[in-house]
Antibody, heavy 123, light 112 residues
Framework: QLQLQESGPGLVKPSQTLSLTCTLS??????????WSWIRQPAGKGLEWIGRMYTSGSTNYNPSLKSRLTMSVDTSQNHFSLKLSAVTAADTAVYYC???????????????WGQGALVTVSS | DVVMTQSPLSLPVTPGEPASISCRSSQSLLNSNGNNYVDWYLQKPGQSPQLLIY???NRASGVPDRFSGSGSGSEFTLKISRVEAEDVGVYYCMQGLHTPRTFGQGTKVEIK
């Protein structure tokens, strides 16, 4: 059974870099039709798509975050990572990692989410 | 970015009764292959979102058949034929045609 577990510091100081890792269990991160996403949710608010990447290294980032964002995949560790630099209080949120998959028509969609990790940006 | 607008934002429901949520997009989500690129998710209290519907009308694995999705172009609807207590939570639509992916504001469904 697939499980996604986010991990990383729960508190980050302003202007520093937020780093999170999502570890898979029950599946291989190198599965052919899958891709790996990050989505965040400020407290009491809606969902914001951060970006996604494939194990090939191809990425799609939200333009609003692109200049500060780096995603990477480590197939040997079966995990993928998010780095967001120069954070401010506006980056405080629950960060979800998620799996996307492609169905027969070629459409890809997010079908499984991790439990989420709260990251607070504060001095 | 494509703006997704849901209505209502709050929906009190009676168990056993039907419920309906609307989602409108600022751009058409109809792909040239004839499919509508919109998904629906439910975030139950204290949980992460779970996929209900993909490609506008396809139920995800394990989703009860009381949930259905419909619509085309820029207007979409999620219907629950008979609401059960376990259906409470916040429902989100998400467009999958344009990058960045964008979500609706969410519709909070609660039992009357």
């Amino acid at each position: 059974q697939l499980q996604l577990q986010e991990s990383g510091p729960g508190l980050v100081k302003p202007s520093q870099t937020l780093s999170l890792t999502c570890t898979l269990s029950g599946a291989s991160i190198a599965s052919g039709n899958d891709y790996w996403s990050w989505i965040r949710q400020p407290a009491g608010k809606g969902l914001e798509w951060i970006g996604r990447m494939y194990t090939s290294g191809s990425t799609n980032y939200n333009p609003s975050l692109k200049s500060r964002l780096t995603m990477s995949v480590d197939t040997s560790q079966n995990h993928f990572s998010l780095k967001l630099s120069a954070v401010t209080a506006a980056d405080t949120a629950v960060y979800y990692c998620a799996r996307g998959t492609r169905e027969s028509s070629g459409y890809d969609f997010i079908d499984f989410w991790g439990q989420g990790a709260l990251v607070t940006v504060s001095s | 970015d494509v703006v997704m607008t849901q209505s209502p934002l709050s929906l009190p429901v009676t168990p056993g009764e039907p419920a309906s949520i609307s989602c409108r997009s600022s751009q058409s989500l109809l792909n040239s292959n004839g499919n509508n690129y919109v998904d629906w998710y439910l975030q139950k209290p204290g949980q992460s979102p779970q996929l209900l519907i993909y490609l506008g009308s396809n139920r995800a694995s394990g989703v009860p058949d009381r949930f259905s999705g419909s619509g085309s172009g820029s207007e979409f609807t999620l219907k629950i034929s008979r609401v059960e207590a376990e259906d409470v939570g916040v429902y989100y639509c998400m467009q999958g045609l344009h990058t960045p992916r964008t979500f609706g504001q969410g519709t909070k469904v609660e039992i009357k």
